[in-house]
């Protein structure tokens, strides 16, 4: 399963900027999901709670941003939306494979606690 080897680079992630930021929970995961990734939403949810489980990402929420495809027409430059099987450019109808959003895939954004609240006890 793809979902799974993209959530375990995600993780090597996350754990380097929990050892960075000397972080003892993680509250919050974010990442980018182009539409034309062919990324799973729900296959990338099972692999985000297979790899958190009894670790310290366990109780981080997790949420997927999907970012549309869009294309750049090479005749007109107008930029459009399309679909796997629209890539026709609404202006001009023109064929384009030219994609300049839709590939993204990465994680965007982790929010986690330190242990700093308790150094004054
Ligand atoms: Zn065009």
């Given at each position: 399963?793809?979902?799974?080897?993209?959530?375990?680079?995600?993780?090597?992630?996350?754990?380097?900027?929990?050892?960075?930021?000397?972080?003892?929970?993680?509250?919050?995961?974010?990442?980018?999901?182009?539409?034309?990734?062919?990324?799973?939403?729900?296959?990338?949810?099972?692999?985000?709670?297979?790899?958190?489980?009894?670790?310290?990402?366990?109780?981080?929420?997790?949420?997927?941003?999907?970012?549309?495809a869009e294309a750049k027409?090479?005749?007109?430059?107008?930029v459009?939306?399309?679909?796997?099987?629209?890539?026709?450019?609404?202006?001009?109808?023109?064929?384009?494979?030219n994609i300049i959003n839709g590939y993204?895939?990465?994680?965007?954004?982790?929010?986690?606690?330190?242990?700093?609240?308790?150094?004054?006890?």
């Amino acid at each position: 399963m793809h979902e799974m080897s993209v959530m375990g680079e995600i993780f090597t992630i996350i754990n380097k900027i929990v050892k960075e930021y000397k972080l003892n929970k993680i509250t919050k995961v974010v990442v980018k999901v182009g539409e034309m990734t062919c990324i799973n939403e729900e296959s990338l949810k099972f692999a985000f709670k297979a790899f958190s489980e009894n670790t310290l990402i366990e109780e981080a929420q997790f949420i997927i941003n999907r970012v549309e495809a869009e294309a750049k027409c090479i005749n007109c430059g107008y930029v459009f939306k399309i679909y796997y099987t629209d890539k026709l450019c609404p202006k001009c109808d023109t064929y384009s494979n030219n994609i300049i959003n839709g590939y993204e895939l990465f994680l965007e954004e982790v929010e986690g606690e330190t242990d700093e609240d308790d150094s004054n006890k």
